[in-house]
C-alpha cells in the first residue's frame, strides 16, 4: 500500500476510535504528537513510515482506560495494521513502540527491554505534549475526569513510586507535576525534544510558582 494513503487511513482509523475520548487522550492529543514526531525526525536517522505510525497509534487505547490491561492498545494497532496488509517487520516495530513508550514503564526495573531511534523519537514527542502549556491543561483535565483534588497540603508527592503504585496513585493533581511532568526534560532521547522541553518546562515552573503565590494568599 502506498505509504501517504496507509497514514491516511491510519488517521481516520483513529479518528474513529477515539470519538468521546477524554480530552487529554483524544484525536486532538494523537495530532500533536504526530506533528511533535514529524519535527524531530527530521533531525534523526529514522523510518518516517514507523515513527508516523507509532506516534498515530501510541494511544489507540491507553491503560488507564482498560482496568490498567496494557495490551489492549498493541493488539487494536496490531490488527488494524495486519487488516491494512502492512509488512509483518513494521507491524512488530510499532507495536514495540506501542508497548514501552509510556513513562510509567520507567519506573519498572524488570521486563523486556526494547530500544530504537524510533521510539525515542515518537516518545519525545508524546512527552512533550505532557508538559508546558498544553500539558497543564491536559493534567487538570485527567485530574478532573478522576475526580481528583486540585492541591492538598497534607499529601506530598511520592518521587519514589514503583510502576504499580503510579499505575494505582489517586493523589491530587499538583503532585503529578513533580513525580512526573517536572522529571521529563531530563529524560528527552533526542537533541531537537531536549531543546524544545527546556521552553515548556520553565513554563511550568512559573505556572507553579503563580499557584502556590495565589494559594498562600500572596498574590
Known amino acids: 500500500m502506498n505509504e501517504s494513503l496507509l497514514i491516511e487511513k491510519t488517521i481516520v482509523f483513529v479518528k474513529e476510535t477515539l470519538k468521546g475520548a477524554e480530552g487529554g487522550h483524544d484525536w486532538f492529543h494523537i495530532h500533536r504528537v504526530f506533528l511533535n514526531a514529524k519535527l524531530i525526525a527530521k533531525d534523526e536517522k529514522v ?46 516495530h510499532v507495536v514495540k513502540i506501542i508497548e514501552h513508550i509510556s513513562y510509567k514503564n520507567s519506573l519498572s526495573s524488570g521486563g523486556e527491554k526494547f530500544t530504537s531511534k524510533e521510539l525515542e ?16 491543561a491536559r493534567c487538570f483535565n485527567y485530574g478532573g475526569f478522576k475526580n481528583r483534588e486540585i492541591h492538598n497540603p497534607d499529601i506530598p508527592p511520592n518521587l519514589t513510586m514503583s510502576k504499580e503504585e503510579y499505575k494505582n496513585s489517586t493523589a491530587p493533581t499538583i503532585n503529578h507535576f513533580y513525580e512526573k511532568l517536572l522529571l521529563l526534560k531530563d529524560k528527552m532521547n533526542t537533541k531537537t525534544g531536549r531543546r524544545l522541553a527546556e521552553d515548556r518546562h520553565q513554563f511550568m515552573q512559573q505556572y507553579l510558582d503563580q499557584f502556590y503565590a495565589e494559594w498562600n494568599g500572596a498574590k
Open 47 to 92: 523510518n518516517d513510515d514507523i515513527v508516523a505510525l507509532g506516534a498515530l497509534l501510541h494511544d489507540i487505547a491507553d491503560a488507564k482506560f482498560y482496568d490498567g490491561d496494557e495490551t489492549v492498545g498493541p493488539k487494536k494497532a496490531a490488527a488494524f495494521l495486519l487488516s491494512q496488509n502492512v509488512d509483518s517487520s513494521i507491524i512488530e
Open 121 to 136: 523519537v515518537v516518545q519525545d514527542a508524546d512527552r512533550l505534549d505532557a508538559i508546558g502549556a498544553i500539558g497543564i
